[in-house]
């Protein structure tokens, strides 16, 4: 690693350790809709009551239910509808999920832009997740959607230090390998913390192990084919990345060359899912 970027990854685990750096806390509105989503007595209105108090969250819930990657054939003009078509579970992840775009901000109009830069490509990959979940793994789709909204959870107390230690971390470069360095182990620590399922806790680092070996498809396999896909054809350094040595793709049974028709398939299928969230 390089040597700032080692110094810097140092300084933040001493600051979590000294409780000098935070991490991020689930949103109450998280926490209100998981606590009906877990309780085997609730109903669909029971979490149109904790949703329905947030406005924004309503709104992003029923653009979803209307995404060309939900389809119906009536449009939904209001939340009710939308737990009908999607689901109590579905509903009640994507809402999990969705309230946390609030951490996702920044007092630093450079930090800002790069923070609010993660969340969009989380929410695209989440998209993608949904339909690759849908489409080759017997898995759920609502705890696809969730795995890749929160899979880089864990940079946001690596922007948070940055934003309180601009002269540490005024580097790019060095933030960006950071973010995908430390950030991993931080998000399975915050993932843990927030008492996320077994499944998904170790999403945050087992979706980077391109080589990772596992006797079955887990959600981290969803959320590595999904987010190598939406860097194809950029400039990120993940865009280079030889899909033939990610394990990943076999798991999913998938052509890491997505030249088959079922390949190409689904890639139009994820093209337009990039939008659901977003």
């Not at 990854?9 to 935070?22: C, G, K, M, P, Q």
């Not at 969705?98 to 996702?104: C, S, T, V």
């Not at 696809?144 to 899979?151: D, F, I, K, M, Y």
Request: charged share 20%; hydrophobic share 45%; with cysteine.
């Amino acid at each position: 690693m390089n040597p700032l970027a080692a110094q810097a990854r140092t300084d933040i685990l001493s600051a979590i350790d000294n409780d000098e750096l935070v991490l991020p806390s689930l949103p109450e509105i998280a926490l209100q809709v998981r606590e009906v989503a877990e309780d085997p007595d609730a109903g669909v209105m029971d979490l149109h009551k904790v949703i329905g108090n947030d406005v924004a969250l309503t709104a992003r819930i029923i653009k979803v239910a209307n995404s060309p990657t939900m389809r119906g054939a009536q449009e939904i003009t209001n939340l009710q509808m939308a737990l009908s078509r999607l689901g109590l579970q579905f509903t009640a992840s994507l809402a999990m999920g969705l309230a946390m775009e609030q951490m996702f901000q920044a007092k630093s109009k450079e930090i800002d832009r790069r923070i609010r830069e993660v969340w969009s490509r989380s929410s695209e990959i989440a998209g993608m997740c949904n339909v690759l979940c849908k489409f080759r793994t017997d898995l759920q789709p609502d705890q696809a959607t969730l795995a890749g909204l929160v899979h880089n959870i864990g940079s946001l107390p690596i922007f948070k230090y940055a934003e309180e230690n601009p002269d540490a971390l005024n580097n790019p470069f060095v933030l960006d390998m950071l973010v995908y360095d430390l950030g991993a182990e931080l998000g399975d620590k915050i993932l843990s913390t927030w008492e996320f399922s077994p499944e998904l806790v170790h999403v945050p680092s087992e979706h980077l192990d391109f080589t990772r070996e596992s006797d079955s498809v887990g959600y981290a396999d969803i959320v590595t084919v999904a987010m190598l896909q939406s860097y194809m054809g950029g400039n990120h350094p993940f865009a280079n990345v030889d899909y033939n040595t990610v394990t990943a793709f076999a798991r999913l049974g998938l052509d890491p060359n997505m030249e088959d028709a079922e390949g190409e398939d689904i890639s139009a299928e994820m093209e337009a899912a990039m939008a659901m969230l977003t």
